[in-house]
């Protein structure tokens, strides 16, 4: 079964820092982009990041350009988010999410359950 | 930016009947080298991810039932929900992947 699992989520103070991680199944996570998307409560979608098959190319939304860090292992056919020098409006569920095929931009076909991040003091 | 739009914020539906739904993008997402437009539909039930009902601003995805259909070109998308059922409250998210960064519409609530 094709599946994305994120963990991580939790509570954390402003100013702080937090690693989601995202753990891919049943298919070749090497070959696909990947992105991160959330959705604060009672909000709608909003696209944080993406990173390429290979790890070398990354894109972010300007609200956490130099604050968030994508990466992915391809051993652990894992994805992750670094969130540093988080914010209050960081609040929100965080999916994980595959583009449709092998190529750079496509729909997000398989989704995450997601995991909630509260940024509070 | 491309900014999404959606029109109505919400609409109620008879079970049987056709729901509508409208999306505009603020530029054109239809790319000529391939005539294809970057529009993807997806819904939304509480508590759950999105899922991906059409791509390619028409193409249904497997699995999704027919009575969804996806039309438009160009900046202006429709979501067609031709007989509604029980199972399609939910809300429903356009979205463009034409250009980075990647933007969602707000949504629109679908009840009976």
């Known amino acids: 079964e094709v599946q994305l699992v994120e963990s991580g989520g939790g509570l954390v103070q402003p100013g702080g820092s937090l690693r989601l991680s995202c753990a891919a199944s049943g298919f070749t996570f090497n070959n696909y982009w990947m992105h991160w998307v959330r959705q604060a409560p009672g909000k709608g979608l909003v696209w944080v990041s993406r990173l390429n098959s290979d790890g070398s190319t990354t894109d972010y939304a300007d609200s956490v350009k130099g604050r968030f860090t994508i990466s992915r292992d391809t051993t652990k056919n894992t994805l992750y988010l670094q969130m540093d020098s988080l914010r209050a409006e960081d609040t929100a569920v965080y999916f994980c999410?595959?583009?449709?095929?092998?190529?750079?931009?496509?729909?997000?076909?398989?989704w995450g359950q997601g995991t909630m991040v509260t940024v509070s003091s | 930016d491309i900014v999404m739009t959606q029109s109505p914020d919400s609409l109620a539906v008879s079970l049987g009947e056709r729901a509508t739904i409208n999306c505009k993008s603020s530029q054109s997402v239809l790319y000529s080298s391939n005539n294809e437009n970057y529009i993807a539909w997806y819904q939304q039930k509480p508590g759950q991810p999105p899922k991906l009902l059409i791509y390619?601003?028409?193409t249904r995805e497997s699995g999704v039932p027919d009575r969804f259909s996806g039309s438009g070109s160009g900046t202006d998308f429709t979501l067609t929900i031709s007989s509604l059922q029980a199972e399609d409250v939910a809300v429903y998210y356009c979205q463009q992947y034409y250009d980075i960064p990647l933007t969602f519409g707000p949504g629109t609530k679908v009840d009976i």
């Open positions: 999410t595959r583009v449709r095929t092998m190529v750079i931009t496509d729909a997000f076909d398989i």
């Open positions: 390619w601003a028409s």
